[in-house]
Nanobody, 121 residues
């Protein structure tokens, strides 16, 4: 089970940090990622992190978002800075327990959280 938190409303240029707590020992062992979705659009990959800590980002968020993990807390984070209105979306935490690398390949994630809304205005 994956449970996200940290969403909310923020002004343009502001920051938010999303958290995702995993109920089982997945953090740091498998691919973990953040995705986002707006109504009537496909879900898109935002950031992924591999078991060795290597990260991947969508071009639209490079230099602004940072994905990280705290293995001791079994928690995944997404630090979002310099937020733009186009970052407004429902953000989902995800895991792919079939692989630990190439986590920037967005297909194949097989466990999902319930989502947390981020609104930038």
């Amino acid at each position: 089970q994956l449970v996200e938190s940290g969403g909310g409303s923020v002004q343009v240029g502001g920051s938010l940090r999303l958290s995702c707590v995993a109920s089982v020992d997945t953090i740091g062992r498998y691919c973990m990622g953040w995705f986002r979705q707006i109504p009537d659009k496909e879900r898109e990959g935002v950031a992924g992190i591999e078991s060795d800590g290597s990260t991947s980002y969508a071009d639209s968020v490079k230099g602004r978002f940072t994905i990280s993990v705290d293995k001791a807390k079994n928690t995944l984070y997404l630090q979002m800075n310099s937020l733009k209105p186009e970052d407004t979306a429902m953000y989902f935490c995800a895991a792919d327990v079939t692989r630990a690398y190439l986590c920037g390949s967005w297909s194949g994630y097989n466990y999902w959280g319930q989502g947390t809304q981020v609104t930038v205005s």
